[in-house]
């Protein structure tokens, strides 16, 4: 059974860092696109950013782009997306998804990052 | 702001058929597949459509996808009051190089 656990949310300061994990277990991270997308509090979705199967392959949101850093450890089948910089606007739920977009798409539950003072 | 334009709001009483219609451009959505999440009240979206017009094995097929130039739509046929949600869009963007969510419809059943 396919499962993806996000971890690593909490509260921090504009302009502090935090790194967001998510494990999965039931298939193997190196056979599939990850992704992450955020949702703010009664708002939209919004995609963040994609690793492809053989990590070979990184694209990010422009709104994260040069402070956001999506990567993987095979070894642990874990995704990662270390978050530097960061802004009131970043407050969000982070669900990270197996095979987004596509007929295996899976999503964790989410973690929840808040950027306030 | 979004780049994928979604009416805000939808509703029809059961059994009726609803639409929701996703307007994009000559950058995304006409040229690439548009996919369709259905999001219930507190929990992760759920893929209702990939590649246009395909479900995902389990999607009822009172959900149903199509694409026409630069706008994409999503129609259920039969509406309960299950499918009372929040309904995303969703595309590639090859000029942004992302991925674009739609505004997002909020469906009613009367």
């Known amino acids: 059974e396919v499962q993806l656990v996000e971890s690593g949310g909490g509260l921090v300061q504009p302009g502090g860092s935090l790194r967001l994990s998510c494990a999965g277990s039931g298939f193997s991270l190196s056979n599939y696109w990850m992704h992450w997308v955020r949702q703010g509090p009664g708002k939209g979705l919004v995609w963040v950013a994609r690793?492809?199967?053989?990590?070979?392959?990184?694209d990010y949101a422009d709104s994260v782009q040069g402070r956001f850093t999506i990567s993987r450890d095979i070894a642990k089948n874990t995704l990662y997306l270390q978050m530097h910089s960061l802004r009131a606007e970043d407050t969000a739920i982070y669900y990270c998804?197996?095979?987004?977009?596509?007929?295996?798409?899976?999503w964790g539950q989410g973690t929840l990052v808040t950027v306030s003072s | 702001q979004s780049v994928l334009t979604q009416p805000p709001s939808a509703s029809g009483t059961p059994g009726q058929r609803v639409t929701i219609s996703c307007s994009g451009s000559?950058?995304?959505?006409?040229?690439?597949?548009a996919y369709w999440y259905q999001q219930l009240p507190g929990t992760a979206p759920k893929l209702l459509i990939y590649n246009n017009d395909q479900r995902p094995s389990g999607i009822p097929d009172r959900f149903s996808g199509s694409k026409s130039g630069t706008s994409a739509s999503l129609a259920i046929s039969g509406l309960r009051s299950e499918d009372e949600a929040d309904y995303y869009c969703?595309?590639?963007?090859?000029?942004?190089?992302?991925?674009?969510f739609g505004t997002g419809t909020k469906v009613t059943v009367l």
């Open positions: 998804i197996k095979d987004a977009f596509g007929p295996t798409d899976y």
């Open positions: 969703v595309g590639w963007d090859g000029s942004l190089s992302a991925y674009v």
């Open positions: 690793v492809n199967e053989h990590g070979s392959r990184i």
């Open positions: 000559s950058s995304n959505i006409e040229n690439d597949n």
